[in-house]
């Protein structure tokens, strides 16, 4: 069967009425959506999931800003109100794992700030410039692998394995096992899918719990034998302020949700979004294949920019809030739309198309901004650095291959998911 590319005929509202971002239709290419809402709405409040969005560029920076009116919030931390099949989960989570615990993404300074204090020490410069020798290696070895071929799925032999091994390594993982910890961190992004059944909460929960299972035995490794991995450090140090280090719960909320999905799976998704825009853009793939070492920094950012991984973050209003005359009400779910202050022409010239040359292309919200400015910036800079630096030594010219991929992304309402990404090239010679 032919598959569609959704992303040449995107779906747009023909009028406001009738745009939502609760559509997998719409999402699937969101661009003309996010356009409508930046002129005629800039604060929408959705009619089929209540949260507003916020599209434009300087909107979202002043929210994210603004700790004293919006928080971090997540109302899934607030056990005594879930229902449903959040409950279902957390009783799972109970009777069989652990109940994951507010993560740091999901806190308020002061306390956010005391936590991150340790992520920070973690991730300090030096250990990520310790860790680029390895990400350069791996890159160079894996396109190796498959360069002889011709052709590849890119986002099955490099996109995913790239990050997702670096990531494993420095959370204590053994590498037989990077392919299970693929099928748990795949199940915890579906389990996160609107609308799913009780029984198919049951098999996403128990497949989270499974995984706790495993990393536990890794945390109670690195207490015993703490060693120069991150998670060492994240096991290990005690949180200022706090007189403790975190407990196996905030653990396991960070395993999944800031570390392999946050941190793994995102860079993979920026990957295979970067070669689906050099594909449609040959005059940019030559620009930067000519001189790598001049424009392969701002391609970076462009590529975050353009396809923004992570499409939106949620913050929830603290008090009663107006802008451009809407009336935010305290308790509302506010949704940074990064993804369309990305393209907002009000901040970016010519937003739509790569330009190699562009001076703010590194001020996009794609890694947010302020306090939650992503933990994990530098080491996926580097990872989309040395993933695109291998393939553009290796590869002459390339082309996604026609009828042979899904090119629709996973439905999910904040992270873009390309599935697959079949290529065929010339290697240089
Ligand atoms: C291209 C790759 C990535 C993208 C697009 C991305 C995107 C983001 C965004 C937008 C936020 C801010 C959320 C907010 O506004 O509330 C964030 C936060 C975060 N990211 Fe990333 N991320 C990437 C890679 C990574 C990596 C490699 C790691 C770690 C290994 C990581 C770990 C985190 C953590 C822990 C936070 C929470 C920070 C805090 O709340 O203080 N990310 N990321």
């Not at 020798?133 to 590849?152: I, R, T």
């Not at 450090?233 to 396991?252: C, I, K």
């Not at 107006?322 to 308790?331: A, C, R, T, Y």
Request: overall charge negative; proline content about 5%; some cysteine.
């Amino acid at each position: 069967m032919q598959e569609i590319n959704r992303m040449d005929s995107p779906v747009c509202p023909a009028r406001l009425a009738d745009a939502t971002l609760a559509d997998p239709e719409v999402l699937e290419c969101p661009y003309p959506t996010y356009a409508l809402l930046r002129e005629e709405a800039p604060v929408f409040k959705d009619p089929n999931t209540g949260i507003y969005v916020v599209s434009r560029y300087e909107d979202q920076r002043k929210i994210a800003l603004d700790y004293d009116n919006f928080s971090n919030f997540r109302y899934s931390n607030d056990h005594s109100s879930l229902k449903g099949n959040a409950r279902l989960a957390h009783e799972r989570f109970l009777e069989k794992g652990w109940v994951p615990g507010e993560s740091l993404a999901a806190r308020d300074d002061p306390n956010h700030k005391q936590m991150r204090s340790i992520f920070d020490q973690a991730f300090r410069p030096k250990r990520i410039n310790a860790i680029d020798a390895d990400v350069e290696k791996l890159a160079y070895q894996l396109m190796a692998e498959f360069v002889n071929d011709g052709h590849c799925n890119f986002v099955h032999q490099y996109a995913v394995p790239l990050p997702l091994f670096i990531i494993c390594q420095q959370m204590g993982a053994d590498m037989d096992d990077v392919w299970q910890i693929k099928k748990w961190t795949d199940g915890w992004i579906k389990g996160l899918s609107i609308g799913l059944s009780e029984e198919e909460t049951i098999y996403y929960t128990d497949l989270e719990i499974e995984a706790q299972h495993y990393f536990q035995a890794i945390f109670e490794r690195l207490r015993k034998t703490p060693d120069d991995s991150l998670l060492s450090d994240l096991v290990n140090l005690e949180v200022p302020g706090w007189g403790r280090t975190l407990t196996d719960n905030e653990l396991h909320a960070e395993m999944m949700q800031d570390t392999f999905v946050g941190g793994s799976e995102t860079t993979t998704n920026a990957m295979a979004a970067g070669l689906m825009l050099l594909d449609k853009d040959k005059s940019a793939w030559e620009q930067l294949s000519s001189n790598p070492d001049k424009y392969l920094k701002t391609f970076c950012d462009e590529v975050v920019r353009l396809e923004t991984p992570t499409q939106g973050m949620m913050r929830v209003a603290k008090n009663d809030y107006e802008l451009h005359g809407v009336q935010i009400p305290k308790g509302a779910q506010v949704d940074l739309r990064y993804a369309s202050g990305n393209r907002d022409p009000r901040h970016f010239e010519n937003p739509e198309a790569i330009n190699l040359e562009r001076k703010n292309a590194g001020s996009h919200l794609g890694f947010s901004t302020g306090t939650h400015y992503c933990l994990g910036a530098p080491l996926a800079r580097r990872e989309l650095y040395w993933g695109f630096k291998a393939f553009i030594d290796a590869v002459e010219d390339f082309s996604v291959i026609p009828n042979k991929n899904n090119l629709r992304h996973l439905p999910n309402y904040s992270l873009r998911i390309l599935k697959e990404l079949h290529i065929e090239f010339t290697a240089r010679t």
